[in-house]
């Protein structure tokens, strides 16, 4: 008897940043913004493990049950978020997502240190620079921090393009 497989389950850290990097992220504001990104991917099938933002970026622990909407969920997320708090006074500030997103395969053994992580953003951000930050997760993932890359979309795929 042939025995089909076919559970699949990604699960991604993703980071995103505002234009420019500026700090228009509003931490007293910021909850709208989270509960919206959540519905966002909630709404596309996708279970958002933790979320949180920190002046000029997000972080998002997230589910995606088919990694060929990967780049269309998290586009779709960034574009409704973007379009709505620049028409948001408690936004006033901000001018939208830089392009691009970083993601990260993450294992499911990690789910709660990644999760503690996300949340305690204000803690880790009086310690550390979000740049910093940005080194030590490029490092744990397997990139070289002080090499420039230029990141785009590929096909429906993210990725990291070195310069040659």
Known sequence: MLEVMGRIRHLYHLIFVTKGRKMTIPTTGKGLMLERMTRIFTGKGCRVHAANAFLNHVHVLVEIPNSGDFSKIVNKVKGATGTVYQKTPEYADFSGWAAGFDS??????DLHRLRRHIEEQHTIHQEISFEEEYGQLLEENGFDPHQNVRAGILHGTF????PP
């Open 104 to 109: 990260f395969s993450v294992s499911f053994s």
């Open 159 to 162: 990725f990291r393009e070195y």
